[in-house]
């Protein structure tokens, strides 16, 4: 299984980014229990974004709630997050990933940086 993100890149303070990942490979007998954003700042640990799971529940990280918004395909196979009111701190390397219990799949992350 293969997660690709796309949508990353340079955007001033206050404007908006539209992050995708897409899962592709051995993925129609693969159960995802949920898919989800984190990111990684320079210096800082990985954190959790944003999650939603296969019965459509989210979840965000308090200084995303009211910016962020994560979102799902119809096929279930792609997933997004809308990014709203961005900020110089959301500035990290989003990575995508799906949550299929025993394994976990991960993109190669893509770049958001905020700044004027």
């Known amino acids: 299984v293969q997660l690709v993100e796309s949508g990353g890149g340079l955007v001033q303070p206050g404007g908006s980014l539209r992050l995708s990942c897409a899962a592709s490979g051995s993925i129609f007998s693969i159960y995802f229990m949920a898919q989800g954003w984190y990111r990684q700042a320079p210096g800082k640990q990985r954190e959790l974004v944003a999650t939603?799971?296969?019965?459509?529940?989210?979840n965000y990280a308090d200084s995303v709630k009211g910016r962020f918004t994560i979102s799902r395909g119809n096929a279930k196979n792609t997933w997004y997050l809308q990014m709203d009111s961005l900020k110089p701190e959301d500035t990290a390397v989003y990575y995508c990933?799906?949550?299929?219990?025993?394994?976990?799949?991960w993109g190669q992350g893509t770049q958001v940086t905020v700044s004027s």
């Open positions: 939603i799971t296969s019965g459509g529940t989210t």
């Open positions: 990933n799906a949550d299929a219990r025993p394994s976990m799949y």
